[in-house]
């Protein structure tokens, strides 16, 4: 079997420094072949094309399954998330503490929710 194989996937992480930091506090910290880290720590002097092209860049490694961004962050890069249709990498929003998870504006429970009919439900 091969090491890559038996190590398993990667959870990519991009959001503020106290998500990132929470999350690899948690062990999930990581670099790859080319030393690129499976995490992004975005403040408010990180630029929106720098975002953009970290989310493509996990999107495409073939080491990453999970992306877990935060709310705030995705809102900033909706156009990128609204794109991406493939079931893998999975991509989730979650809450930070400066901004609490609002399901109006997560595009993926939206299209969640439109899989489903009312009578499916009950």
């Known amino acids: 079997m091969a090491l890559s194989s038996a190590r398993g996937k990667l959870i990519g992480v991009i959001g503020d420094e106290d998500t990132c930091v929470g999350f690899l506090l948690g062990g999930i910290g990581e670099l790859n072949k080319n030393r690129q880290p499976n995490f992004m720590v975005v403040d408010k002097n990180t630029a929106i094309s720098d975002i953009e092209e970290t989310l493509k860049t996990f999107i495409r490694r073939d080491d990453i399954d999970i992306i877990l961004i ?3 962050v995705a809102e900033m890069v909706r156009h990128v998330l609204d794109s991406h ?12 503490k400066d ?11 939206r299209r969640a929710k439109g899989m489903f009919s009312a009578e499916d439900l009950k």
């Not at 249709?85 to 930070?96: F, R």
């Open 85 to 96: 249709t493939s079931p893998v990498p999975a991509i989730l929003e979650i809450p930070s």
């Open 70 to 72: 935060t709310q705030h």
């Open 99 to 109: 901004s609490p998870y609002d399901p109006s504006k997560d595009s993926i429970l």
